[in-house]
């Protein structure tokens, strides 16, 4: 592997070596002027210098994905089974002649194997575009996409990440979050962003400040054409902006303090369709914070205990009046609050222990409203054999009834370019993506839309991340280590209260849509596991034999109407996850993973019940390093139960058989 200076060595000859061969070609021409000479002498030395800084990676996907339905529940009239098969190319190019400025682009190359010889055209899919640089070490900026997260009340990406999940698991569901998120959860935006980081001695340690502008819905989305390009979601009445700053000092004694500032707005004079009149639901929404930390840990030198202390308080004002003249500033304002206050501590012993307990206290009112905090990332969708599914209307109207969701296919699979056998997706055979992660900033209307459809298997608690409203109350979380990281255990407890009740329309003797208050639901969740590797006290195990499981229960209890009996509604949801990660060789492992998920669901004294199990094994075979193959095969099956005498609910009872073999290559 070569140096860093012998890679500088390198392309500085090779680019000296490009610049003379230029100069002989544009030299060679006697009968050009001395200026055009030497125009072109300069634009070849331009060209040159501009190659010279040129990184190219990537990475190489091939995948055979096999999911077959059965059970009562599926429709023998309709498609039983479904495969995903492609071959694709991701480009990670970045071109960078000097640090003041650069490009970076990622496209995609695609094949489906099923459309192969009726996809004519091959498309190259951009998934980011970016110019940037820095300045005199200290100033950075962005023109394109970009990334930004300040602080989980302000810009943050709430994340599903269940408890010691099993690899062969874990591998596809990072692999689905990717393909939006690109790497990470950060918020993925689109516009202009400048910062500035330095360190300002002896004043501070560092300094970190950002300013921000950018759009987040626009009207101009283009849905009509059936092309499926940009997600439904992301359709506007209005242009919907956002601007920005984040201010982060660190002080030399460990004493941490920050300011972040977001105003969503939605621009007037860019209302789409027939009816401009005055829209009171338009959105103006200032969302300000500041928090604070110490590290006494640091602060006291404090050599084996860590201890740190943290809050946060964010505030946001909604104009709810934005486009309507007749009320003047301020006069409709909506308040809301939210605070976050923690301790970590931790303790370690060289490599023989070491543990953190994080535990905070939450406190958000009903009305704190921040999308860009708020918006999950994870909205459980079906995936696969979504054409066994029932349509309800016909045409441009038909809309898919989920019968056959499941927790574990909206987690782990995704398609990138599905071709429907008929019209599926609100339109005539129309290739489209299939994947529950999503980027898209959810204003306040989907939100709450979105309440009552997230999943209450990982997402009943705090269904929001840690903005979500209406959630006062205490979470702890406890990881460490033991025997060199041969040992790993994890605790997590939450407790909350909504702070106050909320309403609902529900049918009250044969009268719907009937609004009614409920009292204030209390939220619990609480569980464990462990890790551990068998192969560090059996001698004859040359790699690893890691074995993992967990158990996490959450619930939800509310008592119902005050003014009407029996509408109490409780939810209880167990996630219990297995695994085996054997290294058997040094480049080949065995893998396999069993979930369960058992959730349980009582109204007005009528419990149902959802059985899901997932289970997978197979082999991962590392060719070289960056090049794997994974071969597995495994199984969801749904089951659902009911109390009621004389209802039986096996009828929607079904199994996906699953076959997966895919290849990457990482350049």
């Keep these: 592997m070569r140096t860093q200076s012998k890679e500088k060595a390198f392309r500085m000859n090779k680019s000296i070596g490009l610049f003379f061969a230029a100069i002989s070609q544009i030299c060679a021409s006697s009968a050009d002027s001395a200026q055009a000479r030497i125009d ?49 190319v991701d480009f990670d190019i970045t071109a960078r002649p000097n640090d003041a400025i650069g490009g970076s682009i990622i496209f995609r190359m695609h094949q489906n194997w099923q459309n192969f010889f009726s996809d004519i055209a091959n498309p190259i899919f951009s998934r980011w575009i970016s110019i940037d640089g820095t300045g005199w070490d200290v ?4 023109a394109g996409d970009f990334r930004a997260r300040f602080s989980p009340l302000t810009m943050w990406t709430p994340e599903i990440s269940p408890l010691f999940e099993p690899f062969i698991f874990k591998r596809s569901r990072s692999q689905a979050m990717q393909e939006e998120f690109l790497g990470d959860n950060n918020r993925l935006l689109q516009g202009l962003q400048a910062g500035f980081d330095a360190e300002i001695y002896p004043l501070f340690n560092e300094v970190h400040f950002a300013a921000l502008g950018t759009r987040l819905r626009n009207v101009q989305t283009n849905i009509q054409n059936g092309s499926k390009v940009t997600n439904v979601v992301e359709f506007s009445k209005t242009e919907k902006l956002l601007a920005g700053a984040n201010l982060d000092v660190r002080y030399l004694t460990g004493i941490t303090t920050g300011a972040s500032y977001l105003q969503i707005f939605d621009r007037k004079g860019s209302m789409a369709g027939s009816d401009t009149t005055i829209d009171t639901s338009a959105q103006n929404t200032r969302v300000g914070a500041i928090r604070g930390g110490i590290d006494l840990g640091a602060l006291l030198e404090w050599e084996r205990l860590a201890l740190k202390l943290n809050i946060e308080d964010a505030f946001s004002i909604d104009d709810t009046v934005w ?46 409203r921040n999308e860009l905090a708020q918006s999950p990332s994870f909205v459980g969708s079906r995936i696969m054999n979504i054409e066994n599914d029932s349509i309800a209307g016909t045409g441009n109207n038909a809309t898919l009834v989920p019968n056959h969701y499941s927790t574990f296919d909206a987690l782990y699979h995704y398609v990138f370019k599905f071709s429907p056998k008929q019209a599926t997706n609100l339109y005539s055979k129309a290739p489209f993506a299939k994947n529950s992660y999503t980027r898209v900033i959810f204003d306040q209307q989907e939100l709450g839309a979105l309440r009552s459809h997230l999943d209450p298997a990982v997402q009943l608690v705090m269904p929001f991340g840690p903005a979500t409203p209406n959630r ?30 909320t309403g609902a329309s529900i049918a009250i003797d044969s009268v719907t849509d009937t609004l009614v208050m409920f009292a204030q639901s209390s939220f619990a969740q609480i569980g464990g596991g462990l890790s551990y590797d068998v192969a560090s006290i059996v001698p004859f195990l040359k790699h690893s034999l890691k074995l993992s499981g967990s158990f996490v229960r959450s ?18 949801s167990d996630f219990i996850n297995a695994g085996l990660n054997f290294k058997f060789w040094k480049r080949a492992a065995l893998l396999g993973g069993l979930q369960m998920i058992m959730t349980d669901m009582t109204a007005n004294s009528i419990t149902t019940g959802i059985r899901q199990m997932h289970w997978s094994t197979g082999l991962q075979w590392e060719v070289f390093a960056g090049a794997d193959v994974v071969f597995s095969l495994g199984q969801i099956s749904v089951s659902h139960e009911s109390d009621v005498d004389g209802i039986d609910a096996s009828g929607d009872d079904f199994q996906q058989m699953l076959v997966d073999v895919s290849l990457q290559v990482r350049f």
Excluded: C, W
Aim: hydrophobic share 35%; proline share 1%; aromatic share 12%.
């Design 472 to 501: 006062s109350g205490i979470t702890a979380e406890l990881r460490g280590d033991l025997l060199d990281n041969a040992l790993e255990f994890a605790g997590i407890v939450k407790s909350l209260n909504e702070i106050e009740e």
């Design 555 to 572: 619930t939800s209890d509310n008592e119902g109407p005050q003014d009407f009996g029996g509408y109490a509604m409780q939810i209880t």
């Design 40 to 88: 072109r002498l300069e634009e070849a030395f331009r060209r040159v210098s501009a190659k010279s800084g040129i990184h190219i990676g990537g990475e190489f996907k091939s995948q055979y994905f096999y999911s077959g339905l059965s059970g009562n529940g599926a429709d023998s009239i309709r498609r039983l089974d479904e495969t995903n098969e492609y071959t694709s």
């Design 139 to 142: 100033v950075r900026y962005n």
């Design 323 to 368: 486009f309507d003249t007749t009320n003047g500033f301020g006069e409709d304002n909506l308040f809301g609050n939210a605070m976050k206050a923690g301790i970590n501590i931790g303790y370690q012993v060289d490599n023989s222990f070491s543990a953190m307990l994080d535990v905070a206290f939450i406190n958000n009112d009903l009305d704190f």
